[in-house]
């Protein structure tokens, strides 16, 4: 079974501080790696992507990969109250597909 | 704007009673996807279709069903639904099926089964 973890949360940050949200997954040949956000009832919406190891960036947003270690982490710098939401990592496996794989997600909560 | 589209957002049906929903697209993508999400765990792949290959996963149950009559449509049916079949069902569509693909979500229905 391919799993993908995250930490169970939740998690609460104040205004303006960075919110570290991690995952780690079990399938070492796993190709690309995706954060996407989901407000409450709503459906998910992609925040950023990965295939590399290293760090990408996308405005308040840095997603951190590192496949040696089977680890993929996003920070949110500047932290919103609008960033307020669940995100789940997802994780394309070994193979040429884009099945992906889910974890439940944790809910970030960010205080005003 | 291009976009997913899933009809209707909230579904309420008696038990064992036959329901359908609807996925529609503007992408022109050929890969689409069925998810079903409970509440606070992750969307879980029911089946998928590349063009007109379906691909059922393998602990999906007998009772979901799907149908892709052309490019921009697909459809799930539940043929019997249970008490455990409330869920939110998610359609997605990627442009192909290769692995670094982005996948794009409709808004999701959300399934109430009394």
């Known amino acids: 079974q391919k799993e993908v973890e995250q930490n169970s949360g939740p998690l609460s940050v104040p205004e303006g501080a960075i919110a570290s949200l991690n995952c780690t997954y079990s399938?070492?040949?796993?190709?690309?790696f995706f954060w996407y956000r989901q407000y409450s009832g709503k459906s998910p919406e992609l925040i950023m992507f990965i295939y590399s190891n290293g760090d990408k960036e996308d405005g308040r947003f840095t997603a951190q990969l590192n496949k040696a270690s089977q680890y993929v982490s996003l920070l949110i710098r500047d932290s919103q109250p609008s960033d307020s939401a669940t995100y789940l990592c997802?994780?394309?496996?070994?193979?040429?597909?884009?099945?992906?794989?889910f974890g439940k997600g944790i809910t970030l909560s960010v205080r005003p | 704007d291009a976009m997913v589209i899933q009809n209707p957002r909230y579904q309420v049906t008696q038990f064992g009673k036959p329901v359908t929903l609807s996925c529609s697209q503007t992408l022109n993508h050929n890969v689409m996807y069925w998810y079903q999400q409970k509440s606070s765990q992750a969307p879980k792949l029911l089946f998928h279709y590349y063009d007109k290959d379906f691909n059922n996963e393998a602990d999906t149950p007998d009772n979901f069903q799907s149908r892709r009559p052309n490019t921009s449509f697909c459809f799930l049916d539940i043929r019997s639904p249970g008490l455990g079949d409330a869920a939110m069902y998610l359609c997605?569509?990627?442009?192909?099926?290769?692995?670094?693909?982005?996948?794009?979500f409709g808004p999701g229905t959300r399934l109430l089964v009394l």
């Open positions: 399938d070492r040949g796993s190709q690309s």
């Open positions: 997605a569509t990627s442009r192909d099926p290769g692995n670094q693909e982005t996948q794009y």
């Open positions: 997802a994780v394309t496996p070994s193979g040429a597909n884009s099945k992906l794989t």
